[in-house]
T-cell receptor, first 111, second 114 residues
Framework: EDQVTQSPEALRLQEGESSSLNCSYT??????LFWYRQDPGKGPEFLFT???AGEEKEKERLKATLTKKESFLHITAPKPEDSATYLC????????????FGRGTSLIVHP | SAVISQKPSRDICQRGTSLTIQCQVD?????MFWYRQQPGQSLTLIAT?????????ESGFVIDKFPISRPNLTFSTLTVSNMSPEDSSIYLC???????????FGSGTQLSVL
């Protein structure tokens, strides 16, 4: 059974204080790992897809990296507008096409 | 990207009643999904809405409780039937475009059952 564990559950940062969010996964064969951002009262918004170990993707202050067992979402010099819940999901290469989601990390960036 | 309109955005309902949630997409999509998001929990897939045929339900979800319609490639509804307080949750419509392996989500329906 595919599993996704995100840590920490919640993270509070000061503006400008860089940090990383972790997504550990267990999947029979990885087709893709996805990061989403979710603001309160809204649906998740797609950020990145990573397909193979060693791959990295960047968008503004966010950089996602992937190993064979986990992914990190690095946030460099965060701003208050980066406050949101960040969700990780994996899709297996065989069997069900349905992605498995983690519970998310709630990030609050204080000014 | 895909523009997804989901209605209502929130509702407060009485126990034993039913609520129908609508999902309208700005263009034709092959795959449409309905998710539930409970506080502190991960997104849980309820069912895949199939155009022209019965929805495919995940384990723990049944058609009598969550009937789904998909009359065409741009529209779907999810009904939460005979509601109880345990049904209080956020319900999300999601679509995937063919050849693009990422999900697009509606803004969600915040349901509270008293």
């Amino acid at each position: 059974e595919d599993q996704v564990t995100q840590s920490p559950e919640a993270l509070r940062l000061q503006e400008g204080e860089s940090s990383s969010l972790n997504c550990s996964y267990t999947v029979s064969g990885l087709r893709g790992l996805f990061w989403y951002r979710q603001d309160p009262g809204k649906g998740p918004e797609f950020l990145f897809t990573l397909y193979s170990a060693g791959e990295e993707k960047e968008k503004e202050r966010l950089k996602a990296t992937l190993t064979k067992k986990e992914s990190f979402l690095h946030i460099t010099a965060p701003k208050p507008e980066d406050s949101a819940t960040y969700l990780c999901a994996v899709r297996a290469s065989g069997g069900s096409y349905i992605p498995t989601f983690g519970r998310g990390t709630s990030l609050i960036v204080h000014p | 990207s895909a523009v997804i309109s989901q209605k209502p955005s929130r509702d407060i309902c009485q126990r034993g009643t039913s609520l129908t949630i609508q999902c309208q997409v700005d263009s034709q999509v092959t795959m449409m999904f309905w998710y539930r998001q409970q506080p502190g929990q991960s997104l849980t897939l309820i069912a895949t809405a199939n155009q022209g045929s019965e929805a495919t339900y995940e384990s723990g979800f049944v058609i009598d409780k969550f009937p789904i319609s998909r009359p065409n490639l741009t529209f779907s509804t999810l009904t939460v039937s005979n509601m109880s307080p345990e049904d209080s949750s956020i319900y999300l419509c999601s679509v995937e475009r063919q050849g693009i392996e990422k999900l697009f989500f509606g803004s969600g329906t915040q349901l509270s059952v008293l």
